[in-house]
């Protein structure tokens, strides 16, 4: 739908409306907004059928009220009818309206001699959020008022028209428009009117929307007297509405981009409902929705459960629907990723860390866990990044806070050799490896590379030069810890000599290729840092050895560090790979359908090859630059097929589902932090971008540490002013 508006200077106007109001005049519509049409329609009620649900509705459609009315006599087809002492017509508001910013057309008219302008109020439209906003006809000085209050519209916060000759059996089109970020509004009636800037105005998310008549008015409640029709409500203020559908250039589609809106919005609109206690599981069984906390059966686990473990696990999840927000604008998805935070404030504030795993409950989150907290699969610093991403896009300092005390708590669970254990005991102010053994040092699952990150992080936050020191520590204990022959790698795990150590059964004292490129990873952050080769020198011994030691599939998943031989594990025993006995015994102890172990690519060596000339040839860091047009462009035209398929893939309810998960699933599974979600809502975030609805800036990309501090100036700190 496109709406022509032209300030202009409306004297008529100018002289009433309040101080430093703008005239401006539109093209009042021709043609109901039908469903569908622009992607900024929220909610279309046109009332031509046999109910006044909504035609159209990006939350629910269904309507209710007290005694509302069809007529048959609308604008063009049929009209509600809303009359008499305490008649009302109400929807949800959740997704319908944007409390934000938006523009609502409707038209109006009148039952009963004067019509609009008989001398009493008339309600038009209201929501509440609990603060309220509303439009109505104020009969004691004959104007239309639009704007904001607590219970009712305050001068501050409102703007008013005149209704002036107003034909008393006619309709009347009115236009009714907010954008709270830059406190201004827009009224107008027939085409005429004014806008202004107010006093601020808190954003909270409506929940209900009334047409016709009012969610409050100091104890009152008038409704309309007479009709409305052809409602029609943006999630945009009114000079954010095109006069015609946007340009799309070659490459992106408007349907496909519709489409791809309207799936992020299912997805997110499932999985809300499934958040307990602040939380979800890591997966869930399909369709009983049980929660689980990884891949196997034995891991289902009562309603009421959620997970802060894995990578994927409960912090990640609120940061999809944050990161939603950024990009779609719909203030429930804000308050899904708050609620997610106010768990993890609440928790940190009771037991000084956060758990693994919790039940929900009347009285809160309750840890699974005693006095031994996990640093492993991003268990304390993805809640501290989702806290620094909530400060980002709230502004609230109590996030800030928490995150700090957070990152606190990591610096304080280093291990004097400058390692991070698998788990921190709050009590003995000690950190364990996953068997228990005292301050040994942990790569698996991130451990090193969580806790590098937080340090540098936390840098950034603070400006104290402890948090690099820390860092330092780090840096030295990776070069001391690798392997110095025959193998040249990192172990998963290792005692506090430095000696590699068992942690699960399947996790032997070995050297580990796909697990040294998290090692490989911090050592290129330190170089980032300090320019020193010292970091430069194990990651080239290591890719030596592994063009040494490369079969035709690849590697093996350990070697054992004393004779460089291939070993698979369970049980807490090893198999030496070339040696048929073991490998028979091995697979007699693992599930029949786990597959027989096979060397695989696990590291690409080239590209550290690539990263190794780059480095010794130019500057250490990175440029982190915003995106552009072109950028952007390049990005959803190489994406759209593969956005189309997941479309296609996606369930009616919203979900993606799984057919079945690893070794020992129990079937289909789907997940509320899903790949095939942030693949779509990255799209749409680049589409918006081309299309100027998006300011061209980085928001992280929903990776955990770049949403936490999308800045350019990651890498600058003085390590590399003093060498280290």
Request: charge should be negative; glycine fraction near 10%.
């Amino acid at each position: 739908m496109s709406l022509s508006v032209l300030f202009s200077p409306l004297l008529w106007l100018a002289a009433i409306a309040p101080q430093a109001a703008e005239p401006f005049s539109y093209t009042v519509p021709d043609s109901p907004t039908l469903p569908g049409e622009g992607r900024h329609v929220t909610f279309v009620a046109n009332f031509d059928g046999d109910s006044l649900d909504a035609d159209f509705a990006t939350g629910d459609a269904r309507h209710g009220g007290q005694d509302p009315e069809m007529a048959a006599d609308g604008r063009r087809g049929g009209a509600a009818r809303i009359v008499g002492p305490t008649r009302c017509l109400h929807y949800a508001a959740y997704h319908n309206v944007n409390p934000a910013q938006g523009t609502v057309l409707m038209w109006v008219r009148g039952d009963g001699r004067g019509g609009l302008a008989d001398g009493s109020d008339h309600w038009l439209f209201s929501f509440r959020s609990p603060r309220m906003c509303g439009l109505y006809v104020r009969g004691a000085d004959r104007s239309l008022v639009f704007g904001f209050g607590r219970s009712s519209l305050v001068d501050e916060t409102s703007i008013s028209v005149p209704l002036g000759e107003l034909v008393a059996d006619a309709w009347h089109h009115v236009l009714a428009s907010w954008d709270l970020e830059r406190r201004r509004l827009w009224l107008a009636l027939d085409g005429k009117g004014v806008s202004a800037e107010i006093a601020d105005v808190p954003v909270q998310s409506p929940f209900t929307l009334y047409l016709g008549s009012c969610a409050h008015h100091q104890g009152s409640d008038f409704s309309l007297g007479g009709r409305l029709d052809e409602v029609t409500i943006f999630d945009v203020p009114v000079d954010a509405l095109p006069d015609d559908e946007p340009t799309y250039p070659e490459g992106l589609e408007d349907d496909l981009l519709r489409r791809a809106e309207a799936s992020a919005r299912r997805f997110l609109k499932f999985w809300a409902p499934h958040q307990m206690g602040g939380g979800w599981g890591v997966m869930y069984v399909w369709p009983t929705m049980l929660p689980t906390e990884a891949q196997g059966r034995g891991f289902v686990n009562a309603y009421g459960f959620f997970s802060n473990d894995k990578s994927w696990a409960t912090a990640m999840v609120a940061m999809e629907y944050l990161f939603a927000y950024e990009v779609l604008g719909d203030r429930p998805f804000l308050d899904v990723a708050m609620r997610t935070g106010e768990m993890y404030l609440d928790t940190l504030g009771k037991y000084g860390a956060w758990s693994w795993t919790y039940m929900s409950s009347p009285s809160g989150a309750k840890p699974r866990a005693g006095s031994k907290v996990k640093l492993q699969d991003s268990n304390q610093s993805h809640p501290i990044f989702l806290l620094a991403y909530l400060y980002r896009v709230t502004g609230e300092e109590r996030y800030l806070e928490a995150a700090k005390a957070g990152g606190e708590l990591v610096l304080q669970a280093q291990n004097p050799n400058g390692s991070w254990s698998h788990s921190y005991d709050l009590d003995q102010k000690m950190g364990f490896t996953a068997q228990g053994l005292p301050q040994g040092g942990e790569i698996n699952d991130k451990c090193m590379n969580d806790a590098m990150d937080l340090m540098l992080f936390m840098y950034h936050l603070t400006s104290d030069r402890k948090y690099l020191d820390a860092l330092l520590r780090a840096g030295d204990w990776l070069i001391e810890a690798q392997s110095d022959g025959p193998t040249y790698g990192w172990a998963e795990q290792y005692d506090k000599d430095n000696n590699p150590a068992w942690a699960r059964n399947f996790e032997p004292p070995a050297d580990c290729p796909g697990r040294s490129n998290l090692a490989l990873q911090a050592l290129r952050l330190m170089w980032y840092l300090t320019g020193d080769a010292k970091y430069l020198a194990p990651i080239e011994k290591f890719i030596d050895w592994l063009d040494a030691i490369r079969t035709d599939g690849g590697w093996w998943k350990h070697y054992d560090v004393k004779t460089g031989r291939g070993v698979v594990a369970t049980g807490n025993k090893m198999f030496f790979v070339d040696d048929p006995g073991q490998m028979a015994a091995y697979r007699r102890l693992v599930p029949a359908d786990a597959g027989p172990p096979a060397p695989r690519a696990t590291v690409n060596v080239q590209q550290w090859r690539d990263f190794l000339d780059a480095a010794r040839a130019g500057p250490a860091a990175p440029a982190l630059t915003a995106p552009t047009k072109e950028s952007c462009l390049a990005y959803v035209r190489e994406r759209a097929e593969g956005v189309a398929a997941r479309l296609e893939a996606q369930d009616a309810s919203g979900a993606w589902v799984r057919p079945r998960g690893g070794s020992g699933s129990w079937g289909m599974q789907t997940y509320p932090r899903d790949t095939n979600a942030i693949t779509v809502l990255r799209f749409i975030e680049q589409a918006r971008m081309i299309l100027g609805e998006l300011p061209l800036v980085r928001r992280g990309d929903m990776d955990p540490l770049w949403s936490a501090y999308p800045q350019a100036d990651w890498y600058e700190t003085p390590l590399r002013e003093g060498r280290g």
